[in-house]
């Protein structure tokens, strides 16, 4: 007959307290039930492990080593056991996020940080990309969520939850020469160039609508960077370079950075929460949506 687990927590006991007695006390069984465990794993075995006297039982040298093993398998057992609970609890378990490349201080971040506190058995998989990139990952099922922002006239094939709203505005250095002027206009800003994504990014796509929809020229770009990250800002405080560039990212620019009055390119773009069409909602997904909710709209 095969040992179960329940088996090797009986030869443990044993072990802990040299004594079957003592072990079947433990375990709240009788003592005959801590001997058919010993004799069904000494069966599959094929040695003795333990050496049973007046004074209790004591491992034999085979024993000893298979209590290395059976030690392993029970803390393995042990920790298993505390995954399900914290599961079923919803304290644990894999949440696996795609981001593009959110602020320090962006809603998505503090929700994480949240989330890591109160449950810390929880793991994250966190995957930075693009925006088109992370719906794919969400529909072939490699993300469980991706949370994107949205500019007018774009669109994405995963279902999508509204979480908030933020503007994107020109943007450049505090001394920079059109800023100056006092009602600029897109024909003001023809000399400069631009930082930007590639062309397939929405927000660069956005722009171009409203150069064309002006009769102008496409904005001449110098430089490509797919995200708004510090050193984006750095050269934008450095240049004489412009940017499209999202309200939150300019929080810690303040003096540095400004922003230039253009209202055709005064852009309100959503973020937006992707999840894959028909797919089943973990707890943890669930409770990252809530709080994400919460975090974007305190009044709500």
């Known amino acids: 007959m ?15 307290h040299g004594h079957l007695g003592r072990a079947a006390q433990e375990c709240g069984v009788t003592q005959p039930a801590i001997t058919k465990a010993l004799r069904r794993l000494e069966d599959m075995v094929g040695v003795m492990l333990f050496e049973r006297g007046a004074h209790g039982a004591r491992l034999t040298g085979e024993g000893r080593l298979f209590h290395e093993h059976a030690r392993r398998l029970g803390m393995q057992h042990d920790e298993l056991t505390k995954v399900a609970g914290d599961l079923r609890a919803h304290h644990s378990g894999l949440l696996r996020l795609g981001v593009t490349n959110p602020t320090g201080d962006s809603d998505t971040v503090r929700v994480l940080a949240d989330m890591l506190r109160r449950r810390p058995g929880v793991r994250v998989r966190l995957a930075i990309g693009k925006s088109d990139a992370l719906n794919n990952a969400v529909l072939a099922g490699d993300l469980d969520l991706a949370v994107v922002p949205c500019p007018p006239g774009i669109s994405y094939s995963c279902d999508s939850l509204d979480i908030s709203r933020d503007t994107m505005q020109v943007v450049a250095r505090a001394a920079h020469p059109v800023l100056q002027i006092p009602h600029p206009s897109l024909q003001a800003l023809d000399e400069y160039a631009w930082l930007m994504p590639s062309r397939d990014s929405g927000a660069r796509r956005a722009v171009c609508a409203r150069y064309e929809e002006a009769g102008l020229p496409e904005p001449r770009v110098m430089v490509e960077a797919e995200y708004m990250s510090e050193a984006a800002l750095g050269l934008i405080a450095s240049t004489d370079l412009l940017a499209l560039c999202p309200s939150i990212s300019l929080r810690s620019w303040a003096g540095r950075i400004e922003s230039v009055p253009i209202p055709e390119l005064s852009l309100t773009r959503r973020l937006l929460l992707l999840s894959r069409p028909g797919s089943h909602w973990s707890a943890l997904m669930e409770t990252f949506r809530d709080l994400l909710l919460q975090f974007s709209r305190p009044g709500a």
């Not at 095969?2 to 802990?16: E, K, T």
């Open 2 to 16: 095969p040992f179960s687990l329940l088996d090797i927590d009986y030869f443990l006991a044993v072990v802990r």
